[in-house]
Each structure stands twice: as structure tokens, then as C-alpha cells.
């Protein structure tokens, strides 16, 4: 059963970069044909994809976000980051760390079998 556990900041000041970290547990991140997903839910809307990256490393990002997002995989720590720059208030919202298929990426939310529980990032002065 693999898990899912994000940590990070919880409060981020405006402009200032959002970085979180996924780690995983009870598989390898290396392990085809999965992805390794972002999805952020603002409060009061629904979830919105913001970046994944494969087993083999491959990245995939929202085209709205694309600017401001990196992500990339420690396969020796079995984790993966999202670095999200310039952020704004906008960016205020529960972050959750996902896999789902390589061929859902950015698709079918119902395609992902593991969720991280959340965490609740709030941009402010």
C-alpha cells in the first residue's frame, strides 16, 4: 500500500517561492507506468492540476502555472518537489501530493489510487 505524506510551509508571503515536498512510502517512485502528481484545491473551488512528474522522470506542467512551477524526484529518497515562484494569494490552498497513471496526467482525477492527506498553504502579508 503505498502512502503519501506532504510537508512544507504553511503560511508563504507574497512573491516569496512555495516549496513542498512529497514523500513516498510503500513503493518506489521509479515504479512504471505511474506519475507523480500536484493538485491544489483554492478554497471554495474544485481541485486544479498543477504538476506531475513520471517513474522516469519526465515532467508535466499546468500551462497556467508552467511559468512559475518546477518539480523534480529524489529516486535515492524515494520523494518529489514542487517549487512554486512569485506566489500570490491566489496560490492559497490545500496542496495535495497524488498517483495516478502517466496517461491521466492533468486528466481523470477518479484514475488516482493514493492521496496524500493535504496541506493547507496560505499566502499572506
Known amino acids: 500500500q503505498v502512502q503519501l505524506q506532504e510537508s512544507g510551509p504553511g503560511l508563504v508571503k507574497p512573491s516569496q517561492m512555495l516549496s513542498l515536498i512529497c514523500a513516498v512510502s510503500g513503493g518506489s517512485i521509479t515504479t512504471a507506468p505511474y506519475a507523480w502528481s500536484w493538485i491544489r484545491q483554492p478554497p471554495g473551488k474544485g481541485l486544479e492540476w498543477v504538476a506531475s512528474i513520471a517513474y522516469d522522470g519526465t515532467p508535466y506542467y499546468s500551462p497556467s502555472l508552467k511559468s512559475r512551477t518546477s518539480i523534480w524526484m529524489d529516486t535515492s529518497k524515494d520523494q518529489f518537489t514542487l517549487h512554486l515562484n512569485s506566489v500570490t494569494p491566489e496560490d492559497t490552498a490545500v496542496y495535495y501530493c497524488?498517483?495516478?497513471?502517466?496517461?491521466?496526467?492533468?486528466?481523470?482525477?477518479?484514475?488516482?489510487?493514493?492521496w496524500g492527506q493535504g496541506i493547507q498553504v496560505t499566502v499572506s502579508s
Open positions: 497524488a498517483r495516478g497513471p502517466q496517461n491521466a496526467v492533468g486528466g481523470d482525477y477518479a484514475e488516482y489510487d493514493s
